[in-house]
């Protein structure tokens, strides 16, 4: 799988699965480009093509509901007469209670109330919502049930962010005590987790970038400074 438009030869080598490995294709461009619609096209031409497909949204304001015509929401939901394709919406709120709870509840056989309060206040800050809906982000490229995973991403600003969170995380986890999204001590998996997602994302054999514009100077611009972002 090819890592940029510039070194295929074709959209179809783009997106079409090359190895036995589940295979990641990101589809990125400013708002109102059409990136949900080419995605979903996308997934639903890998599904009717025998691939196990899963499309995932993590854009605040998704509407792969309405393209789709049924509820989707944030549980992965096969879509209706569409074999081999399944759809979710990632809600960033959700996302963040259930990081929250995933990290306290292990803590509460372990530490006392005002820990445990200390910790809550910890998890309240805006950092976690980032790294909640990157860990669903991780979950999702560790699903070998899938041979194509597509994601229908936030804006461009969002997508970039979210490439960069396991790194940052993985650097502030390095410095060990409390951090915003919980223990350092507590934290070893998630590390291991992103130096994963690190590897996977920097893996042109199964990791594509596509950006969706419009023939318009200001869309093409933001493609270039987003390419560059990427490397």
Not at 17 to 30: H, L, M, N, Q, R
Not at 41 to 64: K, M
Not at 189 to 198: H, N
Not at 200 to 226: C, H, M, W, Y
Request: hydrophobic share 35%; aromatic share 6%.
């Amino acid at each position: 799988m090819a890592q940029s438009q510039s070194t295929a030869t074709s959209a179809r080598e783009v997106v079409e699965p090359s190895s036995d490995e589940t295979e990641f294709v990101f589809f990125s461009g400013k708002g109102g480009v059409g990136k949900s619609t080419v995605s979903c096209a996308t997934a639903t031409w890998l599904a009717d093509n025998d691939y196990e497909t899963l499309l995932v949204t993590t854009d605040p304001a998704p509407n792969l509901s309405d393209i789709f015509g049924q509820s989707i929401g944030h549980e992965v939901t096969a879509i209706d007469g569409i074999e081999n394709l399944s759809a979710i919406e990632i809600d960033p709120d959700t996302a963040a209670e259930e990081y929250r709870q995933e990290t306290i509840e292990p803590m509460r056989e372990l530490l006392g109330e005002e820990e445990i309060q200390t910790v809550e206040e910890q998890l309240n800050s805006p950092c976690v919502e980032e790294i909640a809906a990157f860990d669903n982000f991780v979950d999702f490229m560790d699903s070998p049930e899938y041979d194509v995973v597509v994601f229908d991403t936030a804006p461009t600003g969002h997508t970039i962010r979210l490439m960069e969170l396991p790194s940052d995380w993985n650097a502030e986890l390095e410095k060990g005590g409390s951090t915003c999204i919980g223990p350092a001590a507590s934290m070893e998996d998630k590390k291991q987790d992103y130096e994963r997602a690190i590897d996977t994302l920097q893996d042109d054999e199964r990791t594509s970038f596509a950006f969706v514009g419009k023939p318009e100077d200001s869309s093409i611009d933001e493609i270039e400074r987003s390419a560059s972002d990427l490397g």
